[in-house]
């Protein structure tokens, strides 16, 4: 049975935040157990801001989304604020994952032991290769993906991830969506169709790599360019007689 927290919050249960601020209190929750973990009981919003990598003022307001604001000359509560926080991301229990395809990527976050900090378990593990079905990873039996519904009802299974080949990514999702599972973390470079009501995340290696490709070929094109001509007088540059 899985462990129920509870704590005091002075905001509302389910407040209507915007996307990007959703993105952000992960973010925020992570430095938050940095800091009660170094024995902090309150951090100032620049504190916090700095610890999260983000500005003071983006931090604030979306902080009062929730309804919480700093004491002036105190800051917030650090373990309110994780409650809170923990609250309003639905992690007041250890909800179950199952994951899909336990190749060297699947092997590799069925073992990872950060999950279970951060308020979720890897419940279940599939994989549509006989040779993989009945392997232990990390305390779990890999089943045949034949299993899923079955075992996504017992185990109260509504959010999966997908790390198999790419070819096989649509499949597992048709079959995850029809076994009842509503929100997908997919690790598989392609885009997959899903119903309306069910929220898939991706994870795209290569994309990010691409992407920090792209600021080191920026850096090296601006470190590159000639050196500007120095100015004089109104601002024309002085040409030599």
């Known amino acids: 049975m899985s462990q129920q927290r509870t704590g005091p919050t002075d905001g509302p249960d389910f407040p209507d935040l915007p996307e990007a601020t959703v993105a952000r209190l992960p973010e925020y929750l992570r430095a938050l157990h940095h800091l009660s973990e170094e ?19 983006k931090l604030r307001k979306d902080l009062s989304h929730l309804g919480r604001t700093g004491t002036r000359g105190v800051g917030y509560d650090v373990t309110l604020l994780i409650d809170q926080i923990e609250q309003v991301l639905g992690l007041t229990h250890r909800r179950g994952v199952a994951l899909v395809g336990v190749g060297n990527l699947g092997h590799a976050l069925a073992g990872y032991a950060g999950f279970g900090s951060r308020g979720f378990r890897i419940a279940a593990l599939f994989d549509a290769d006989h040779g993989r079905v009945g392997e232990q990873i990390n305390g779990l039996v890999v089943r045949h993906i034949d299993q899923l519904p079955e075992i996504v009802l017992q185990e109260q299974i509504s959010i999966a991830v997908i790390a ?16 009842g599972v509503r929100s997908v973390l997919n690790f598989a470079p392609c885009v997959l169709n899903v119903p309306e009501g069910v929220d898939v ?28 001509v120095p100015k004089t007088g109104r601002g024309e540059a002085e040409v030599a007689s």
């Open 164 to 179: 198999t080949p790419a070819h096989a990514a649509q499949h597992v999702a048709d079959r995850l969506v029809a076994a």
């Open 201 to 228: 995340r991706k994870v795209d290696l290569a994309i990010e790599l691409q992407i920090l490709s792209f600021h080191e070929h920026r850096k090296s094109a601006l470190t590159a360019l000639p050196a500007p």
């Open 39 to 57: 024995g902090h009981d309150t951090v100032s919003s620049e504190g916090l801001a700095a610890a999260a990598g983000v500005n003071s003022a």
